[in-house]
């Protein structure tokens, strides 16, 4: 499988506890984005890596949640104290970067988080 | 308001019909637009994409951007009960790569 992989496809968590989601991009692509998206709704950008380097975060981070992408391979997601709120799918993409990106940005299948 | 507008639907049409999905943006310096399909508990997968104004197809599918209005829009020509799923218009300035999504719309073909 060459395509963008997101662990686990479903997380159900009781509010206050904390959460990490992880994404496996596609191997030769250098930038990694997280977006999230409620029921309903399109998804919203969350932050990007271009490489290991946290490039951008949307005001939606709130302090809250972090994000890493070690050696710029696989990223996590972490979400600490969870408030129902948080309920949503995580999704992850992975690019080339550079012109070829808008056509070559590819999701995962997404991490469904509820909080209960 | 937001950035990019899209009718949530839902729209249901029979088999065979045209379907004509639409959004519209606030911010000029958008470059690239695009249409992502989405099936229930799946990712976004891309489906066309335009540079700055004008159509494009591709099968069944036309892509057309209109600049001028800020209008994006999307035409399923002979349409399939495969075809039933969310559709997201999406845009961004090409800069960075960050996509803005439209709200998404709900199609339903029913055969």
């Known amino acids: 499988d060459t395509g963008v992989s997101q662990n686990p496809r479903h997380k159900i968590t009781k509010r206050g506890q904390n959460v990490t989601f992880r994404c496996d991009p596609i191997?030769?692509?250098?930038?990694l984005y997280w977006y999230r998206q409620t029921l309903g709704q399109g998804p919203e950008f969350l932050t990007y890596?271009?490489?290991?380097?946290?490039?951008?975060k949307s005001r939606l981070l709130s302090d809250r949640f972090s994000a890493e992408r070690p050696k710029g391979s696989f990223s996590t997601l972490e979400i600490q104290r969870t408030e129902q709120g948080d309920s949503a799918m995580y999704l992850c993409?992975?690019?080339?970067?550079?012109?070829?990106?808008?056509?070559?940005?590819?999701f995962g299948s997404g991490t469904r988080l509820t909080v209960v | 308001q937001k950035e990019v507008e899209q009718d949530p639907g839902p729209l249901s049409v029979p088999e065979g019909a045209i379907v004509s999905l639409n959004c519209t943006y606030s911010?000029?310096?958008?470059?690239?637009f695009m249409w992502y399909r989405q099936y229930s508990r799946k990712g976004p997968e891309l489906l066309m994409y335009?540079?700055?104004?004008g159509n494009k197809e591709d099968g069944r599918f036309t892509a057309q951007v209109d600049k001028s209005s800020k209008y994006i829009s999307l035409f399923i020509r002979d349409s399939q009960p495969s075809d039933s799923a969310t559709y997201l218009c999406?845009?961004?300035?090409?800069?960075?790569?960050?996509?803005?999504f439209g709200q998404g719309t709900t199609l339903q073909v029913k055969p």
């Open positions: 993409a992975s690019s080339l970067g550079g012109v070829s990106e808008v056509y070559g940005y590819t």
């Open positions: 191997s030769e692509h250098n930038r």
């Open positions: 890596f271009q490489n290991e380097a946290q490039l951008e």
């Open positions: 911010n000029s310096a958008f470059q690239y």
């Open positions: 335009t540079y700055s104004s």
């Open positions: 999406a845009t961004t300035s090409g800069n960075t790569g960050k996509l803005i």
